[in-house]
Protein backbone atom coordinates (compact mmCIF):
# COMPACT_ATOMS: atom_id res chain seq x y z
CA UNK A 1 0.00 0.00 0.00
CA UNK A 2 1.28 3.81 -0.77
CA UNK A 3 1.46 6.50 1.47
CA UNK A 4 -0.96 7.81 -0.26
CA UNK A 5 -2.28 11.65 -1.21
CA UNK A 6 -5.14 13.48 -2.65
CA UNK A 7 -3.81 16.39 -6.08
CA UNK A 8 -5.21 17.95 -8.45
CA UNK A 9 -2.89 17.86 -11.74
CA UNK A 10 -2.21 20.56 -13.35
CA UNK A 11 -0.52 21.18 -16.93
CA UNK A 12 3.21 22.29 -16.88
CA UNK A 13 3.87 25.39 -18.72
CA UNK A 14 5.36 24.73 -22.28
CA UNK A 15 8.59 26.18 -23.86
CA UNK A 16 8.30 28.46 -26.54
CA UNK A 17 8.88 26.42 -29.97
CA UNK A 18 12.56 27.49 -31.25
CA UNK A 19 12.60 27.32 -34.93
CA UNK A 20 15.43 28.66 -37.36
CA UNK A 21 13.53 28.91 -40.68
CA UNK A 22 14.30 31.92 -42.82
CA UNK A 23 10.83 33.92 -42.49
CA UNK A 24 10.95 33.43 -38.91
CA UNK A 25 14.68 34.77 -38.39
CA UNK A 26 13.06 37.87 -40.57
CA UNK A 27 10.29 38.24 -38.17
CA UNK A 28 12.21 37.89 -35.10
CA UNK A 29 14.74 41.05 -36.70
CA UNK A 30 11.50 43.04 -37.18
CA UNK A 31 10.46 42.38 -33.63
CA UNK A 32 13.83 42.93 -32.15
CA UNK A 33 13.45 46.44 -33.92
CA UNK A 34 10.26 47.02 -32.15
CA UNK A 35 11.39 45.84 -28.81
CA UNK A 36 14.48 48.32 -29.10
CA UNK A 37 12.64 51.19 -30.08
CA UNK A 38 10.27 50.76 -27.22
CA UNK A 39 12.91 50.54 -24.71
CA UNK A 40 13.61 53.90 -25.94
CA UNK A 41 10.81 55.36 -23.82
CA UNK A 42 10.19 52.52 -21.24
CA UNK A 43 12.31 52.63 -18.63
CA UNK A 44 12.41 50.58 -15.40
CA UNK A 45 11.66 53.48 -13.40
CA UNK A 46 8.86 55.24 -15.14
CA UNK A 47 6.89 52.02 -16.13
CA UNK A 48 8.45 48.99 -14.88
CA UNK A 49 5.70 46.31 -15.53
CA UNK A 50 5.99 48.02 -19.61
CA UNK A 51 9.68 47.17 -19.39
CA UNK A 52 10.07 44.15 -17.51
CA UNK A 53 8.41 42.85 -20.04
CA UNK A 54 9.60 43.93 -23.29
CA UNK A 55 13.15 43.63 -22.46
CA UNK A 56 12.24 40.20 -21.76
CA UNK A 57 10.86 39.30 -25.07
CA UNK A 58 13.70 41.09 -26.48
CA UNK A 59 16.21 39.16 -24.35
CA UNK A 60 14.28 35.86 -25.71
CA UNK A 61 14.72 36.97 -29.15
CA UNK A 62 18.42 37.79 -28.77
CA UNK A 63 18.99 34.30 -26.54
CA UNK A 64 17.10 32.29 -29.26
CA UNK A 65 19.49 33.70 -31.69
CA UNK A 66 23.28 33.20 -29.89
CA UNK A 67 23.37 36.81 -29.37
CA UNK A 68 24.83 36.80 -25.98
CA UNK A 69 25.99 40.54 -25.27
CA UNK A 70 22.66 41.95 -26.60
CA UNK A 71 21.00 39.29 -24.53
CA UNK A 72 22.58 40.11 -21.55
CA UNK A 73 21.95 43.71 -22.18
CA UNK A 74 18.43 43.36 -22.34
CA UNK A 75 17.98 40.51 -19.70
CA UNK A 76 19.60 43.21 -17.36
CA UNK A 77 17.12 46.05 -17.59
CA UNK A 78 14.36 43.55 -17.50
CA UNK A 79 15.45 42.20 -13.91
CA UNK A 80 16.20 46.11 -12.32
CA UNK A 81 12.32 46.70 -14.10
CA UNK A 82 11.62 43.25 -12.27
CA UNK A 83 12.78 44.24 -8.66
CA UNK A 84 11.38 47.75 -8.80
CA UNK A 85 7.73 45.81 -9.08
CA UNK A 86 9.01 43.22 -6.56
CA UNK A 87 9.97 45.91 -4.47
CA UNK A 88 6.29 47.40 -4.62
CA UNK A 89 4.54 44.36 -4.05
CA UNK A 90 3.99 44.01 -0.61
CA UNK A 91 1.70 40.61 0.65
CA UNK A 92 3.71 37.64 -0.24
CA UNK A 93 1.23 36.37 -3.33
CA UNK A 94 1.92 39.76 -5.36
CA UNK A 95 5.29 39.50 -4.52
CA UNK A 96 5.04 35.58 -6.18
CA UNK A 97 2.72 36.76 -8.57
CA UNK A 98 5.83 39.06 -9.44
CA UNK A 99 8.37 36.55 -9.66
CA UNK A 100 6.29 34.12 -11.91
CA UNK A 101 6.07 36.56 -14.88
CA UNK A 102 9.75 36.58 -15.41
CA UNK A 103 10.04 32.88 -14.83
CA UNK A 104 13.46 32.10 -16.26
CA UNK A 105 14.70 35.38 -17.03
CA UNK A 106 18.08 34.89 -13.99
CA UNK A 107 18.97 31.06 -15.40
CA UNK A 108 19.24 32.78 -19.24
CA UNK A 109 21.04 35.70 -17.29
CA UNK A 110 23.38 33.40 -16.14
CA UNK A 111 23.61 31.45 -18.80
CA UNK A 112 24.87 34.49 -21.30
CA UNK A 113 27.19 35.67 -18.58
CA UNK A 114 28.48 31.99 -18.93
CA UNK A 115 29.34 32.51 -22.59
CA UNK A 116 30.53 35.72 -21.71
CA UNK A 117 33.46 34.08 -20.06
CA UNK A 118 32.09 35.80 -16.66
CA UNK A 119 30.66 32.69 -14.37
CA UNK A 120 31.05 34.72 -10.76
CA UNK A 121 29.06 37.25 -12.05
CA UNK A 122 26.86 34.63 -13.42
CA UNK A 123 26.18 32.54 -9.92
CA UNK A 124 25.44 35.67 -8.28
CA UNK A 125 22.84 35.85 -10.51
CA UNK A 126 21.62 33.06 -10.43
CA UNK A 127 21.70 33.23 -6.01
CA UNK A 128 19.61 36.51 -6.54
CA UNK A 129 17.26 34.66 -8.64
CA UNK A 130 16.70 31.83 -5.92
CA UNK A 131 14.28 31.28 -3.08
CA UNK A 132 13.83 34.78 -2.72
CA UNK A 133 10.94 34.75 -0.15
CA UNK A 134 12.98 32.27 1.66
CA UNK A 135 16.23 34.49 1.66
CA UNK A 136 14.55 37.53 2.69
CA UNK A 137 12.54 35.42 5.82
CA UNK A 138 16.25 34.20 6.71
CA UNK A 139 17.89 37.41 6.79
CA UNK A 140 15.39 38.80 8.91
CA UNK A 141 14.93 36.44 11.05
CA UNK A 142 18.59 35.53 11.92
CA UNK A 143 20.31 39.28 11.35
CA UNK A 144 23.10 39.68 13.72
CA UNK A 145 22.15 42.36 15.90
CA UNK A 146 25.45 42.63 18.04
CA UNK A 147 27.26 46.01 17.76
CA UNK A 148 23.48 47.21 16.97
CA UNK A 149 22.06 50.62 19.30
CA UNK A 150 19.98 49.25 21.44
CA UNK A 151 17.39 52.39 19.97
CA UNK A 152 17.92 50.48 16.44
CA UNK A 153 18.01 47.14 17.63
CA UNK A 154 14.64 47.87 19.44
CA UNK A 155 13.24 49.26 16.24
CA UNK A 156 14.27 46.38 13.90
CA UNK A 157 12.93 43.80 15.95
CA UNK A 158 9.63 45.75 16.59
CA UNK A 159 9.03 46.29 12.90
CA UNK A 160 10.27 42.78 11.89
CA UNK A 161 7.62 41.34 14.58
CA UNK A 162 5.55 43.22 12.65
CA UNK A 163 5.56 41.86 9.36
CA UNK A 164 6.12 38.82 10.79
CA UNK A 165 2.31 38.71 12.08
CA UNK A 166 1.02 40.51 8.87
CA UNK A 167 2.81 37.64 6.90
CA UNK A 168 0.61 34.99 8.84
CA UNK A 169 -2.35 37.08 8.65
CA UNK A 170 -2.23 37.10 4.70
CA UNK A 171 -1.46 33.46 4.52
CA UNK A 172 -4.69 33.11 6.44
CA UNK A 173 -6.71 34.72 3.51
CA UNK A 174 -5.89 31.83 1.36
CA UNK A 175 -4.62 32.03 -2.34
CA UNK A 176 -7.70 34.04 -3.65
CA UNK A 177 -7.59 37.10 -1.29
CA UNK A 178 -10.97 36.32 0.42
CA UNK A 179 -12.15 37.45 3.99
CA UNK A 180 -10.17 35.31 6.90
CA UNK A 181 -12.42 34.10 9.53
CA UNK A 182 -11.30 36.10 12.36
CA UNK A 183 -10.91 39.10 11.00
CA UNK A 184 -13.02 41.72 8.44
CA UNK A 185 -10.21 42.93 6.86
CA UNK A 186 -9.59 42.81 3.28
CA UNK A 187 -6.60 41.66 1.53
CA UNK A 188 -5.81 45.42 0.75
CA UNK A 189 -5.77 46.61 3.73
CA UNK A 190 -3.45 44.01 4.71
CA UNK A 191 -1.19 44.86 1.55
CA UNK A 192 -0.80 48.11 2.42
CA UNK A 193 0.13 47.49 5.88
CA UNK A 194 3.15 45.18 4.48
CA UNK A 195 3.84 47.84 2.31
CA UNK A 196 4.35 50.38 4.80
CA UNK A 197 6.03 47.86 7.31
CA UNK A 198 8.36 46.93 4.48
CA UNK A 199 9.15 50.90 3.93
CA UNK A 200 9.88 51.27 7.90
CA UNK A 201 11.87 47.84 7.93
CA UNK A 202 14.08 49.65 4.84
CA UNK A 203 14.49 52.53 6.99
CA UNK A 204 15.74 50.87 9.85
CA UNK A 205 18.03 48.60 7.77
CA UNK A 206 19.81 52.01 6.03
CA UNK A 207 20.51 53.46 9.97
CA UNK A 208 21.81 50.83 10.64
CA UNK A 209 23.99 50.01 7.80
CA UNK A 210 25.67 54.17 8.25
CA UNK A 211 27.51 52.61 11.36
CA UNK A 212 27.69 48.87 10.45
CA UNK A 213 27.58 48.14 6.62
CA UNK A 214 27.62 44.60 6.86
CA UNK A 215 24.55 44.53 8.53
CA UNK A 216 21.73 42.75 6.27
CA UNK A 217 23.66 42.83 3.34
CA UNK A 218 21.03 42.34 0.34
CA UNK A 219 22.35 39.65 -1.52
CA UNK A 220 25.17 37.46 -1.70
CA UNK A 221 28.48 38.00 -3.62
CA UNK A 222 30.77 35.53 -4.92
CA UNK A 223 32.71 35.49 -2.09
CA UNK A 224 30.21 35.07 0.02
CA UNK A 225 28.20 32.27 -1.74
CA UNK A 226 31.92 30.47 -1.83
CA UNK A 227 32.10 30.87 1.35
CA UNK A 228 28.85 28.08 2.74
CA UNK A 229 31.38 25.40 0.83
CA UNK A 230 32.16 22.34 2.91
CA UNK A 231 35.59 21.18 2.43
CA UNK A 232 34.94 18.20 0.23
CA UNK A 233 31.66 19.16 -1.29
CA UNK A 234 31.41 21.85 -3.69
CA UNK A 235 28.24 23.94 -4.00
CA UNK A 236 27.01 22.84 -7.77
CA UNK A 237 24.36 25.01 -9.48
CA UNK A 238 22.27 23.66 -12.37
CA UNK A 239 20.22 25.22 -14.59
CA UNK A 240 18.44 24.21 -17.64
CA UNK A 241 17.49 26.63 -20.95
CA UNK A 242 15.95 26.85 -24.06
CA UNK A 243 19.87 26.23 -25.27
CA UNK A 244 21.01 23.53 -23.42
CA UNK A 245 22.34 23.04 -19.89
CA UNK A 246 24.91 24.24 -17.57
CA UNK A 247 26.47 23.60 -14.05
CA UNK A 248 28.63 25.78 -12.08
CA UNK A 249 30.97 24.14 -9.26
CA UNK A 250 32.34 25.84 -7.14
CA UNK A 251 34.55 24.16 -4.60
CA UNK A 252 36.13 24.63 -1.15
CA UNK A 253 38.05 28.09 -1.18
CA UNK A 254 37.50 29.08 -4.07
CA UNK A 255 37.89 33.09 -5.60
CA UNK A 256 37.08 32.69 -9.26
CA UNK A 257 35.89 29.61 -11.42
CA UNK A 258 37.88 28.49 -14.31
CA UNK A 259 36.91 26.34 -17.00
CA UNK A 260 37.15 22.74 -15.11
CA UNK A 261 34.41 24.45 -12.96
CA UNK A 262 31.26 25.23 -15.53
CA UNK A 263 29.86 22.11 -17.01
CA UNK A 264 28.36 22.34 -20.44
CA UNK A 265 25.79 19.84 -20.98
CA UNK A 266 23.99 21.59 -24.39
CA UNK A 267 21.92 18.32 -25.28
CA UNK A 268 20.05 18.93 -22.52
CA UNK A 269 17.43 21.86 -23.34
CA UNK A 270 13.90 23.20 -22.13
CA UNK A 271 12.11 21.30 -24.62
CA UNK A 272 13.63 18.01 -23.17
CA UNK A 273 13.02 18.78 -19.59
CA UNK A 274 8.96 19.09 -20.86
CA UNK A 275 9.14 16.25 -22.60
CA UNK A 276 10.31 14.12 -19.79
CA UNK A 277 7.89 15.72 -17.29
CA UNK A 278 4.44 15.79 -19.59
CA UNK A 279 4.46 13.47 -22.80
CA UNK A 280 1.22 14.69 -25.14
CA UNK A 281 -0.11 12.99 -28.23
CA UNK A 282 -0.64 14.69 -31.56
CA UNK A 283 -3.84 16.51 -30.32
CA UNK A 284 -1.98 18.16 -26.86
CA UNK A 285 -3.18 15.86 -24.71
CA UNK A 286 -1.82 14.60 -21.80
CA UNK A 287 -0.84 10.66 -21.75
CA UNK A 288 2.10 10.10 -19.91
CA UNK A 289 5.38 11.31 -18.05
CA UNK A 290 6.93 11.33 -14.93
CA UNK A 291 5.22 14.49 -13.69
CA UNK A 292 1.67 12.54 -13.98
CA UNK A 293 3.23 9.60 -12.31
CA UNK A 294 4.53 12.10 -9.84
CA UNK A 295 1.65 13.89 -8.73
CA UNK A 296 -1.34 10.90 -9.40
CA UNK A 297 0.83 7.83 -8.21
CA UNK A 298 0.14 4.47 -9.02
CA UNK A 299 2.88 2.26 -9.43
CA UNK A 300 3.38 1.43 -13.24
CA UNK A 301 2.82 4.82 -13.96
CA UNK A 302 5.54 5.70 -12.07
CA UNK A 303 7.75 3.09 -12.93
CA UNK A 304 7.14 4.00 -16.88
CA UNK A 305 8.45 7.98 -16.10
CA UNK A 306 11.41 6.72 -13.88
CA UNK A 307 12.44 3.81 -16.73
CA UNK A 308 11.86 6.87 -19.53
CA UNK A 309 13.87 9.96 -17.65
CA UNK A 310 16.67 8.14 -16.28
CA UNK A 311 18.82 7.01 -19.16
CA UNK A 312 18.39 10.22 -20.04
CA UNK A 313 19.69 12.16 -16.71
CA UNK A 314 22.17 9.96 -16.96
CA UNK A 315 23.37 10.25 -20.19
CA UNK A 316 23.11 13.92 -21.04
CA UNK A 317 22.78 15.82 -17.37
CA UNK A 318 23.52 14.24 -14.15
CA UNK A 319 25.93 11.57 -15.71
CA UNK A 320 28.46 14.22 -17.00
CA UNK A 321 28.08 16.63 -13.99
CA UNK A 322 28.73 13.33 -11.69
CA UNK A 323 32.18 12.92 -13.61
CA UNK A 324 33.36 15.96 -13.66
CA UNK A 325 33.03 16.07 -10.10
CA UNK A 326 34.76 12.76 -10.02
CA UNK A 327 37.66 13.95 -11.94
CA UNK A 328 38.11 17.27 -9.75
CA UNK A 329 38.06 14.41 -6.83
CA UNK A 330 34.87 14.88 -5.40
CA UNK A 331 32.60 11.92 -4.17
CA UNK A 332 29.51 14.46 -3.05
CA UNK A 333 28.60 17.69 -3.81
CA UNK A 334 25.38 19.98 -2.32
CA UNK A 335 23.10 20.84 -5.89
CA UNK A 336 20.62 23.93 -6.25
CA UNK A 337 19.09 22.92 -9.14
CA UNK A 338 16.79 25.44 -11.28
CA UNK A 339 13.37 25.48 -12.14
CA UNK A 340 11.56 22.20 -12.53
CA UNK A 341 14.74 20.20 -12.39
CA UNK A 342 13.93 20.39 -8.89
CA UNK A 343 11.07 17.94 -9.69
CA UNK A 344 13.55 14.93 -10.66
CA UNK A 345 15.44 12.68 -8.92
CA UNK A 346 18.85 13.58 -9.74
CA UNK A 347 20.38 11.98 -7.28
CA UNK A 348 19.10 8.45 -8.65
CA UNK A 349 20.52 9.07 -12.29
CA UNK A 350 24.50 7.98 -11.20
CA UNK A 351 23.98 7.29 -7.70
CA UNK A 352 27.26 4.81 -7.75
CA UNK A 353 29.44 7.89 -8.68
CA UNK A 354 28.46 10.78 -6.19
CA UNK A 355 26.31 11.54 -3.38
CA UNK A 356 24.01 14.72 -3.73
CA UNK A 357 22.38 16.49 -1.10
CA UNK A 358 19.88 19.61 -2.09
CA UNK A 359 19.24 23.11 -1.04
CA UNK A 360 16.82 26.10 -2.19
CA UNK A 361 19.89 28.37 -2.18
CA UNK A 362 23.22 29.26 -0.40
CA UNK A 363 21.57 31.63 1.43
CA UNK A 364 19.60 29.04 3.02
CA UNK A 365 22.66 26.21 3.16
CA UNK A 366 24.20 28.93 4.75
CA UNK A 367 21.44 29.57 7.86
CA UNK A 368 21.25 25.45 7.75
CA UNK A 369 24.67 24.88 8.88
CA UNK A 370 24.84 27.83 11.22
CA UNK A 371 21.88 26.18 13.10
CA UNK A 372 23.35 22.41 12.48
CA UNK A 373 26.82 24.11 14.73
CA UNK A 374 24.32 25.47 16.92
CA UNK A 375 22.77 22.20 18.17
CA UNK A 376 25.59 19.76 17.54
CA UNK A 377 26.13 19.03 21.07
CA UNK A 378 21.81 18.40 21.86
CA UNK A 379 21.83 14.78 23.22
CA UNK A 380 19.62 13.12 20.82
CA UNK A 381 15.87 13.03 21.42
CA UNK A 382 13.14 11.46 18.96
CA UNK A 383 9.51 12.05 18.77
CA UNK A 384 8.03 9.57 16.32
CA UNK A 385 5.27 9.31 14.49
CA UNK A 386 3.64 6.39 13.02
CA UNK A 387 0.26 5.60 11.35
CA UNK A 388 -2.04 8.24 12.49
CA UNK A 389 -5.95 6.82 13.25
CA UNK A 390 -8.35 7.15 11.92
CA UNK A 391 -7.79 6.71 8.37
CA UNK A 392 -9.54 5.61 5.12
CA UNK A 393 -5.89 3.33 4.36
CA UNK A 394 -4.43 2.52 7.59
CA UNK A 395 -0.25 2.17 7.02
CA UNK A 396 0.13 -1.54 7.89
CA UNK A 397 3.91 -0.72 8.42
CA UNK A 398 4.06 2.38 9.53
CA UNK A 399 3.80 1.72 13.50
CA UNK A 400 6.60 -0.85 12.83
CA UNK A 401 9.06 1.30 11.51
CA UNK A 402 9.00 3.90 14.31
CA UNK A 403 9.26 0.90 16.54
CA UNK A 404 12.37 -0.53 14.68
CA UNK A 405 13.74 2.89 14.64
CA UNK A 406 12.85 4.51 18.25
CA UNK A 407 15.94 1.83 19.72
CA UNK A 408 18.80 4.07 18.18
CA UNK A 409 17.97 6.63 20.57
CA UNK A 410 18.70 6.29 24.69
CA UNK A 411 15.26 4.67 26.56
CA UNK A 412 14.43 8.27 28.04
CA UNK A 413 14.89 10.28 24.74
CA UNK A 414 12.19 7.69 22.80
CA UNK A 415 8.70 9.70 22.41
CA UNK A 416 6.42 7.66 19.90
CA UNK A 417 2.84 8.73 19.13
CA UNK A 418 0.69 6.23 17.44
CA UNK A 419 -2.60 5.60 15.76
CA UNK A 420 -4.98 7.58 17.74
CA UNK A 421 -2.51 9.51 19.93
CA UNK A 422 -0.87 11.21 16.72
CA UNK A 423 -3.08 14.92 17.42
CA UNK A 424 -1.75 17.97 16.37
CA UNK A 425 -2.21 19.20 20.11
CA UNK A 426 -0.17 16.36 21.31
CA UNK A 427 2.47 16.17 18.32
CA UNK A 428 3.19 19.84 18.71
CA UNK A 429 3.34 19.73 22.36
CA UNK A 430 5.78 16.88 22.01
CA UNK A 431 8.25 19.46 19.60
CA UNK A 432 10.06 21.04 22.49
CA UNK A 433 13.24 19.81 22.89
CA UNK A 434 12.59 17.08 20.06
CA UNK A 435 16.08 16.86 18.18
CA UNK A 436 14.79 14.49 15.66
CA UNK A 437 11.38 14.42 14.13
CA UNK A 438 10.21 11.47 12.01
CA UNK A 439 6.53 11.03 10.66
CA UNK A 440 5.46 8.04 9.07
CA UNK A 441 2.16 8.60 7.98
CA UNK A 442 0.14 10.18 4.95
CA UNK A 443 1.12 13.05 2.58
CA UNK A 444 -0.87 15.54 0.63
CA UNK A 445 0.87 18.13 -1.58
CA UNK A 446 -1.80 20.42 -3.01
CA UNK A 447 -0.66 21.56 -6.54
CA UNK A 448 -3.21 24.80 -6.57
CA UNK A 449 -1.78 25.95 -3.06
CA UNK A 450 1.66 24.43 -1.72
CA UNK A 451 1.15 26.28 1.17
CA UNK A 452 -2.12 23.91 2.21
CA UNK A 453 0.35 20.69 1.58
CA UNK A 454 -0.09 19.14 4.56
CA UNK A 455 1.12 15.69 6.82
CA UNK A 456 -2.21 13.87 8.12
CA UNK A 457 -2.30 13.25 11.81
CA UNK A 458 -5.29 11.79 14.21
CA UNK A 459 -8.93 13.11 14.56
CA UNK A 460 -8.64 14.66 11.27
CA UNK A 461 -6.23 16.91 12.01
CA UNK A 462 -3.17 18.33 9.86
CA UNK A 463 0.18 19.66 10.00
CA UNK A 464 0.30 22.10 7.26
CA UNK A 465 3.13 23.95 5.56
CA UNK A 466 1.47 26.94 6.34
CA UNK A 467 1.93 26.29 10.24
CA UNK A 468 5.45 25.89 9.47
CA UNK A 469 6.03 29.11 8.19
CA UNK A 470 3.39 30.86 10.27
CA UNK A 471 6.27 30.75 13.27
CA UNK A 472 4.26 29.30 16.37
CA UNK A 473 5.87 26.11 16.50
CA UNK A 474 8.40 25.15 18.68
CA UNK A 475 11.43 23.75 16.47
CA UNK A 476 14.70 25.01 18.41
CA UNK A 477 16.19 21.71 18.97
CA UNK A 478 15.25 20.19 15.90
CA UNK A 479 18.64 19.02 13.95
CA UNK A 480 16.53 16.55 11.71
CA UNK A 481 13.33 15.91 10.23
CA UNK A 482 12.36 12.96 8.43
CA UNK A 483 8.93 13.18 6.80
CA UNK A 484 8.10 9.30 5.36
CA UNK A 485 5.18 10.21 3.82
CA UNK A 486 3.87 11.17 -0.17
CA UNK A 487 5.05 13.81 -1.80
CA UNK A 488 6.49 15.69 0.61
CA UNK A 489 9.64 16.89 -0.75
CA UNK A 490 7.81 18.52 -3.64
CA UNK A 491 7.78 22.24 -4.67
CA UNK A 492 5.26 24.37 -5.99
CA UNK A 493 6.31 23.77 -9.77
CA UNK A 494 3.03 25.42 -11.53
CA UNK A 495 3.67 29.05 -10.82
CA UNK A 496 7.15 29.26 -9.30
CA UNK A 497 9.59 26.58 -8.84
CA UNK A 498 12.85 28.74 -8.22
CA UNK A 499 10.87 29.87 -4.89
CA UNK A 500 11.32 26.10 -3.59
CA UNK A 501 7.72 26.57 -1.74
CA UNK A 502 7.34 23.05 -0.35
CA UNK A 503 7.81 21.64 3.14
CA UNK A 504 12.06 21.39 3.24
CA UNK A 505 12.29 24.90 2.41
CA UNK A 506 9.59 25.64 4.80
CA UNK A 507 11.29 23.36 7.45
CA UNK A 508 14.66 25.33 6.54
CA UNK A 509 13.03 28.42 7.44
CA UNK A 510 11.59 27.36 10.29
CA UNK A 511 15.39 26.63 11.49
CA UNK A 512 15.43 22.90 10.95
CA UNK A 513 19.39 22.28 9.03
CA UNK A 514 18.59 18.82 7.92
CA UNK A 515 15.54 17.43 6.18
CA UNK A 516 14.95 14.13 4.45
CA UNK A 517 11.65 13.99 2.11
CA UNK A 518 10.06 11.82 -0.66
CA UNK A 519 9.81 13.59 -4.56
CA UNK A 520 6.47 10.80 -5.50
CA UNK A 521 4.01 8.49 -3.42
CA UNK A 522 6.22 5.95 -2.08
CA UNK A 523 5.74 1.91 -1.13
CA UNK A 524 4.59 1.24 2.28
CA UNK A 525 6.70 -2.18 3.13
CA UNK A 526 10.14 -0.49 1.22
CA UNK A 527 9.44 2.58 3.09
CA UNK A 528 9.93 1.30 6.44
CA UNK A 529 12.62 -1.25 5.46
CA UNK A 530 14.73 2.15 3.96
CA UNK A 531 14.10 4.07 6.96
CA UNK A 532 15.06 1.66 9.70
CA UNK A 533 18.02 1.03 7.70
CA UNK A 534 18.54 5.05 7.53
CA UNK A 535 18.45 5.20 11.34
CA UNK A 536 20.81 2.73 11.71
CA UNK A 537 23.32 4.59 9.62
CA UNK A 538 22.74 7.94 10.91
CA UNK A 539 22.59 6.90 14.51
CA UNK A 540 23.93 4.16 14.97
CA UNK A 541 27.07 4.51 12.24
CA UNK A 542 27.06 7.97 13.10
CA UNK A 543 26.70 9.16 9.10
CA UNK A 544 25.43 12.51 8.40
CA UNK A 545 21.82 12.27 6.61
CA UNK A 546 22.84 12.55 3.63
CA UNK A 547 25.41 9.90 3.59
CA UNK A 548 23.32 7.60 5.43
CA UNK A 549 20.79 7.65 2.90
CA UNK A 550 22.61 6.77 0.29
CA UNK A 551 24.32 3.97 1.83
CA UNK A 552 20.69 2.89 2.88
CA UNK A 553 19.44 2.99 -0.74
CA UNK A 554 22.42 1.01 -2.04
CA UNK A 555 21.53 -1.68 0.71
CA UNK A 556 17.97 -1.89 -0.33
CA UNK A 557 18.06 -1.80 -4.06
CA UNK A 558 20.73 -4.53 -3.62
CA UNK A 559 19.11 -6.50 -0.57
CA UNK A 560 17.52 -9.85 -1.38
CA UNK A 561 14.12 -11.21 0.23
CA UNK A 562 15.77 -13.15 2.80
CA UNK A 563 18.07 -10.41 4.03
CA UNK A 564 15.35 -8.42 4.37
CA UNK A 565 13.15 -10.53 5.97
CA UNK A 566 10.15 -9.82 3.99
CA UNK A 567 7.91 -13.34 4.61
CA UNK A 568 8.95 -13.10 8.48
CA UNK A 569 7.50 -9.16 7.99
CA UNK A 570 3.94 -10.46 6.51
CA UNK A 571 3.68 -12.95 8.29
CA UNK A 572 3.43 -10.85 11.59
CA UNK A 573 1.07 -8.85 10.03
CA UNK A 574 -1.15 -11.58 8.86
CA UNK A 575 -0.72 -12.99 12.30
CA UNK A 576 -1.52 -9.44 13.66
CA UNK A 577 -4.81 -9.30 11.52
CA UNK A 578 -6.31 -12.56 13.24
CA UNK A 579 -5.13 -14.46 9.69
CA UNK A 580 -7.87 -12.14 7.98
CA UNK A 581 -5.22 -10.07 5.62
CA UNK A 582 -4.91 -12.08 2.61
CA UNK A 583 -2.47 -9.90 0.81
CA UNK A 584 -0.22 -10.10 3.70
CA UNK A 585 -0.72 -13.86 3.44
CA UNK A 586 0.14 -14.03 -0.25
CA UNK A 587 3.30 -11.82 0.17
CA UNK A 588 4.37 -14.14 2.94
CA UNK A 589 4.08 -17.23 1.29
CA UNK A 590 5.84 -15.80 -1.92
CA UNK A 591 9.03 -14.21 -0.11
CA UNK A 592 9.30 -17.57 1.48
CA UNK A 593 9.27 -19.34 -2.29
CA UNK A 594 11.56 -16.57 -3.95
CA UNK A 595 14.08 -15.82 -0.99
CA UNK A 596 16.43 -14.50 -3.24
CA UNK A 597 14.34 -12.60 -5.35
CA UNK A 598 15.38 -8.28 -4.88
CA UNK A 599 12.02 -7.11 -4.45
CA UNK A 600 12.73 -2.79 -4.24
CA UNK A 601 15.65 -2.72 -6.89
CA UNK A 602 14.03 -0.56 -9.30
CA UNK A 603 13.95 3.16 -8.36
CA UNK A 604 10.37 3.85 -7.88
CA UNK A 605 11.37 1.79 -4.11
CA UNK A 606 14.30 3.89 -2.95
CA UNK A 607 14.68 7.14 -5.17
CA UNK A 608 11.62 8.86 -4.06
CA UNK A 609 13.93 10.05 -0.97
CA UNK A 610 16.53 13.14 -1.10
CA UNK A 611 18.54 15.02 1.77
CA UNK A 612 17.93 19.01 2.09
CA UNK A 613 19.68 21.29 3.77
CA UNK A 614 23.26 20.91 6.05
CA UNK A 615 25.04 17.55 5.79
Known amino acids: MCRKTTIISERVGEEKPRSKAPILWDRSQTAIACYEQALRFCTPETTPDLCRMTAYNLGELYFGECQWNQAHTSYTKAVKAAETRYQVAAAEVSRQAELAEVGDLFSNLAFCLARLGKPNEAIERLEAGKARGLAEALARDRAALDGVKAEDRAAFEAVRSRIKSLEVEARAMGPVGGLDRTTSRSFTEISEDLRAARHDLYAVINRIRAYQSEFMPPGLDFEAIAATVMPECPLVYLITTSQGSLAFLIPPGAKTLDTN ?54 DRLVGPLAARLVELGFRRASLIPGGRLSLLPLHAADSDAVTFTYTPSARALQAARSAARERAELAPVLLGIGNPLPSPQPLAFARAEVEEIAPQFAPAARHVLFERHATYAAVTEMFLGATHLHFSCHGRFDVREPLDSA ?25 LAVLSACQTGIVDFHKVPDEAIGFPAGLLQAGVPSVVSTLWPVNDVSTAILMGRFYFEHQGNGLDPASALHRAQDWLRTATARELGLAEKYQRVYLKSGRTDQDAYKRMRYYQTKPDEKPFEHTYYWAAFFSSGAW
Do not use: C, K
Open 455 to 479: LSLSDADTLTLRDLLDGGLDLSAVR
Open 261 to 314: HVVWLEEFRNDDLDGLLVQRNAEDEVIGGYLVGQVMGGYQRLQAGLDLILPILR
